[in-house]
C-alpha cells in the first residue's frame, strides 16, 4: 500500500485519470422495458440517454451516477435476442474458398503471414461485416458452417488463423508466443488463466480488442459461453446502486504478472467512454492477483465485483450461446463480457470439450481509453503478451 502521505496525491490521480462520462447513442437501450428484477428501477430511465461527450469538461467519477443510461446497439439485453440476429452462415463456395487459400499458406509461421497471403475475395466482404459489427454494432457474432470434423487439424488453424487476419492482426496469448490457445480442462487446478481450467467461469473480459474461439469438440453436456453487455450491466447498476457505480469508475489495479511485468497497474476503470460509446475493463482474475501484490480489496470494492457478477447472471441479461462444432464465436472485448456455464464432459480424453481462442487486435478501430491501456510489454500491434526471448512464436 503507498504511505499515509501519498494517500492524497493517489486520490486525486485516480478520479482524474477516471472519469466517466458518456458519448451519444443513437437508440435508447431499454425502449420501455426494465430488466428483469424485483428491486429494478431502471423503467424510470429507459427513455432516457446521453446527449453529449464534452472532453474538455469530462465529470468525475463521483459525478458519473448522475449521468443518463447507456445506449446504443452494443447495449442489448440477452431477452431480446434471436439466433438470426447473431450467426453468420459460410456457404459451401466461401468454405472452399477458405480451404483453398489455407492449402497455400499451410506449415508456414503464423507470425510472417499477413492478410494478402490468405486471398478470399468470395468472402473477404462477410468478414467485413463481422469485423463491423464487433466495432459498431451488437459486439458479437457466430460464424457457423465450417466444416472442421473433416479437415485436418492443422488446415482447421490455418483457416481460423486467416479469418482473423482478414479482420485485425492475430497476437501472442502468453509468454510462450502461442498464437492460438487451446482452452480445455488440464486437470491443474490453475486460477489464473481462465483458459486452463473447466466447470463454470466467471464473467471477465480479455485484455485484447476481439477474442474468438473456434469449438473443435463441444461438452457432454453444458459448457455454453455466456455473454452481457456491459452497457446493460452499467445501466442496472446506474439504476440500483449508483454508489457501487462509483467505485467501479474509480475502478482496481490489474496485476501484470502474465505480461511479465511484476508490479500492479496503476487503478483502471471498470466504465469509460470510448469512440464508440462506453467501453469495459474488468478482469477479476488480475484484480485478485494484484490483491496478493500489495493492493488489497476494500469490502466495498469486494462488493462492486460481486455485483458486476450478480448483474450480468441475472435472467433476460445474459444471452447463453451454445457452441456446435465448427461454430467460431467473436467478442468484442470492448463492449462484451463473457463468462461460462458449468458443464459435463466426456470421460475419453479425444472427446473432451476443446475450443481454439484467438487474440486479435484492430488497428482500424479508435485508441482505447488511456486508462484502459496500460500494459508495458506487449506483443504487437499494441496488445498482446509479449514472448519471452527464445519462444516459439
Known amino acids: ?37 424485483s428491486k429494478s428501477s431502471i423503467g424510470r430511465h429507459s427513455e432516457r440517454s446521453i446527449n453529449t461527450l464534452d472532453t474538455s469538461a ?19 439485453l440477452g431477452a431480446q435476442k434471436q439466433a438470426h440476429d447473431w450467426v453468420v452462415t459460410f456457404g459451401g463456395d466461401e468454405c472452399a474458398e477458405l480451404v483453398r487459400a489455407a492449402e497455400g499458406i499451410r506449415g508456414r509461421s503464423f507470425e510472417e503471414l499477413r492478410r494478402e497471403d490468405f486471398p478470399i475475395p468470395r468472402t473477404a466482404a462477410k468478414l467485413a461485416g463481422v469485423a463491423q459489427e464487433l466495432e459498431r454494432g451488437s459486439g458479437f457474432v457466430m460464424l457457423r458452417g465450417l466444416p472442421v470434423d473433416v479437415l485436418p487439424r492443422d488446415l482447421v488453424q490455418t483457416i481460423y488463423w486467416g479469418i482473423g487476419l482478414q479482420m485485425g492482426i492475430g497476437v501472442s496469448q502468453s ?18 488463466r481462465y483458459y486452463t481450467r473447466g466447470g463454470a467461469l466467471e464473467f471477465h473480459m ?33 439504476a440500483e446502486r449508483p454508489d457501487v457505480l462509483e467505485v467501479l469508475c474509480r475502478g482496481f489495479h490489474n496485476s501484470r504478472r502474465g505480461h511479465g511485468v511484476f508490479k500492479p497497474s496503476d487503478r483502471v476503470p471498470v466504465f469509460m467512454p470510448g469512440s464508440q460509446g462506453l467501453e469495459c475493463y474488468f478482469l477479476p482474475a488480475t484484480i485478485r492477483q494484484a490483491a496478493t ?33 465448427g461454430d467460431i464465436q467473436f467478442l468484442s472485448n470492448r463492449t462484451i463480457l463473457h463468462a461460462r456455464t458449468d458443464y459435463v464432459d466426456y470421460d475419453e480424453p ?28 506487449v506483443d504487437r500491434a499494441g496488445g498482446g503478451v509479449a514472448p519471452a526471448r527464445g519462444s516459439a512464436g
Request: glycine share 8%; charged share 25%.
Open 1 to 37: 500500500m503507498l504511505a499515509a502521505e501519498g494517500a492524497e496525491e493517489q486520490r486525486a490521480h485516480s478520479l482524474a485519470a477516471t472519469s466517466c462520462s458518456l458519448a451519444k447513442y443513437s437508440v435508447t437501450l431499454y425502449n420501455g422495458r426494465a430488466v428483469p428484477s
Open 58 to 76: 469530462t465529470p468525475s467519477c463521483a459525478q458519473s451516477a448522475s449521468l443518463d443510461s447507456a445506449a446504443g446497439a452494443a447495449v442489448w
Open 175 to 192: 509468454v510462450a508466443g502461442d498464437r492460438l490457445g487451446h482452452v480445455y480442462d488440464r486437470g491443474t487446478g490453475e486460477k489464473e
Open 206 to 238: 480479455d485484455p485484447v480488442d476481439v477474442v474468438g474461439l473456434l469449438c473443435l469438440h463441444p461438452a457432454r453436456s453444458g459448457g455454453a459461453s455466456r455473454i452481457v453487455s456491459a452497457g446493460a450491466v452499467y445501466n442496472v447498476i446506474r
Open 293 to 325: 501484490e500489495g493492493c488489497p480489496l476494500s469490502a466495498r470494492e469486494s462488493e462492486a465485483i460481486a455485483l458486476m457478477e450478480e448483474v450480468a447472471n441475472r435472467p433476460g441479461v445474459f444471452l447463453d450461446m451454445d457452441f456446435r462444432v
Open 350 to 377: 479425444e472427446r473432451k470439450r476443446h475450443l481454439l481462442r484467438l487474440w486479435l487486435m484492430m488497428p482500424d478501430w479508435s485508441p482505447r481509453p488511456a486508462a484502459m491501456d496500460f500494459q508495458e510489454r
